[in-house]
């Protein structure tokens, strides 16, 4: 792991009316492995997600992604430039089959246009082909080769999400935003999804993950914690764990 971060939050704030749901907020996320947030229900993680992937703006403080600020570029924008997000619900074209929806996370790389897609030139089904291809490939990668020709809406919980995982991974992310990725699933399918992020950060890819599972959070190196808005403890597991001000305010204790 190198020490440039790829990511840097500086003393960003987001107020809501007159409730300030972050309180300047500021840390970093090193290139490459894997960074954890934790924090309880309301301490500002969806909010501080929804602003590092350019859904809200913050009312201050800057976002730095690969040296530069990102506040002006859009979600599209920002997804182009490799900082991809998957989400707490996983958002899963229903109607399409398995490797159908992956293929939509390549799509942003594609240089047919809509015209030659249309009139089905031979330049456009040669992409279609090879991003097919790749996505089928990407589909074994994530344990889907089996269903990939299923419809999606018939997929069971631990499938969607590796499915939505998946789907990500195409999108060829340099930072890569996980919202709960474990919401839902057995410890048979959060052990998958853990060898997953793993194989996913040992190619380079960068992970800031959002969960509440501890035994997933367990592969981070370094861990962020949310309380009321504002960082109150960063860390390895062993040292958020043993933080009084992390129990009282995460564990209840």
Do not use: W
């Amino acid at each position: 792991m190198t020490s440039a971060p790829l990511l840097e939050l500086s003393e960003v704030g987001k107020n809501f009316g007159g409730f300030a749901a972050l309180k300047a907020v500021s840390f970093t996320v090193p290139t490459g492995g894997i960074t954890g947030l934790m924090g309880p229900n309301g301490s500002g993680k969806t909010t501080l997600f929804n602003i590092i992937s350019g859904f809200i703006a913050p009312s201050n403080g800057t976002v730095a992604y690969r040296g530069k600020a990102i506040g002006h570029q859009s979600v599209q924008e920002r997804s182009l430039d490799g900082l991809v997000r998957t989400f707490q619900t996983p958002k899963v074209f229903e109607r399409l089959t398995v490797v159908e929806n992956v293929m939509t996370g390549a799509y942003k790389k594609t240089r047919s246009g809509l015209m030659a897609g249309l009139l089905n030139t031979p330049a456009s089904r040669r992409e279609i082909d090879a991003t097919r291809e790749a996505a089928l490939a990407t589909c074994r990668k994530f344990d889907l080769g089996a269903v990939a020709g299923k419809q999606a809406s018939l997929l069971p919980a631990g499938q969607r999400r590796l499915l939505e995982l998946a789907r990500a991974y195409q999108g060829d992310p340099q930072l890569l935003l996980l919202d709960e990725p474990s919401s839902g699933l057995t410890t048979t399918e959060i052990e998958a999804m853990t060898d997953k992020l793993r194989l996913i950060a040992s190619e380079g890819i960068t992970i800031l993950i959002v969960s509440h599972d501890m035994d997933l959070m367990g592969i981070a190196e370094n861990i962020h914690v949310l309380d009321f808005g504002r960082i109150i403890c960063s860390g390895s597991m062993a040292e958020v764990q043993e933080n009084t001000a992390v129990r009282e305010a995460y564990l209840g204790v």
